[in-house]
């Protein structure tokens, strides 16, 4: 197995946290392509993907408000962020679901987008705004909610509550509010804002996230093309012994078996302990 099929096979098994990831990154590869600016060593968004504060760019491109939390403008920009994407999802993942992971990235992205250009608005400044870290803050501070007082290691300095991480990301964005970037730290603090009353409404009943997958699944339920049953010619065989038959069944059963131990596998240990071989036999059975 190479490399890419490496990747497609992770990015197959890996859950939603390793595609919104790869979703980041692959943006990022784009508009290094396209809206990287050589001359001046910087990014250009154009108005149709970047949130912009002009009112007659964000309403008549509203996807702007979802848009621009897929796009970063600088490689350390997006490594950071995607390190903390990773981080909070492995945690938000171990009490919630794949979709309410992905519902709470998303509303949380719109929520702060909104959040920002109203907040421009009112102070009658103009900007435009990327990057993935307010929709990252969102679960961040959905999970610290739900469970504040989590045991987490950190590499050199030990055992920290969950709580301390998050508020030690807060202080600091609160601390810079006034210094650089005002309106990523608008939208930072609005992201987590976002993913705190997700929670509350949560235990209170009301999964935001719904919404969020009844419209995933209306479009691509849209694009499905409806399954055609072929005319099947039925006829008696009679030279095929039933020996051959029931043997097929049996190696069926086995490579399901074989299938559920390795999924399982994954489960508890992850992608990377999977040896060679079962990599390639997961990747050829999900073909």
């Known amino acids: 197995m190479n490399i890419l099929d490496d990747l497609k096979s992770q990015y197959k098994l890996g859950g939603i946290a390793h595609r919104l990831i790869y979703w980041n990154i692959g943006c990022f590869l784009v508009s290094l392509l396209f809206f990287y600016q050589s001359s001046v060593g910087s990014f250009n968004f154009p108005t149709w993907v970047a949130l912009s504060t002009e009112p007659s760019n964000f309403i008549a491109k ?14 350390f920009h997006l490594l950071f962020n995607m390190v903390i994407l990773n981080f909070a999802s492995s945690y938000f993942l171990t009490f919630f679901t794949q979709k309410q992971l992905l519902g709470v990235y998303v509303l949380s992205a719109i929520f702060a987008g909104i959040a920002f250009v109203t907040a421009y608005y009112v102070l009658n400044l103009s900007a435009s705004i990327v990057g993935a870290s307010a929709a ?64 509350k409404l949560l235990q209170n009943g009301t999964d935001l996230s719904k919404n ?18 072929p005319f099947k010619k039925v006829h008696k065989n009679y030279g095929k012994p039933v020996e051959n038959r029931t043997s097929r069944i049996i190696t069926k059963d086995k490579a399901q078996q074989q299938i559920d131990e390795i ?25």
Do not use: C
């Not at 702007?64 to 939390?69: G, K, Q, R």
């Not at 959905?142 to 055992?159: D, E, K």
């Open 62 to 75: 509203p996807w702007t408000f979802l848009s621009y939390s897929f796009l970063h403008d600088g490689f």
């Open 263 to 287: 999924l399982d596998k994954i489960s508890k240990s992850g992608y990377d302990s999977l040896n060679k071989e079962e990599k390639e036999f997961l990747f050829k059975a999900g073909k």
């Open 136 to 199: 990252i803050m969102g679960i961040l501070v959905a999970v610290t909610t739900y469970q504040p007082l989590m045991n987490v290691r950190l590499l050199l300095i030990g055992n920290v509550k969950l709580w301390h991480i998050t508020a030690v990301v807060l202080i600091l964005d609160l601390m810079q509010f006034r210094l650089d970037n005002t309106g990523g730290h608008i939208s930072h603090l609005a992201g987590a804002l976002f993913g705190f009353v997700f929670i």
């Open 212 to 229: 969020v997958s009844w419209v995933i699944d209306f479009f691509s339920s849209s694009f499905k093309k409806p399954a055609s049953t």
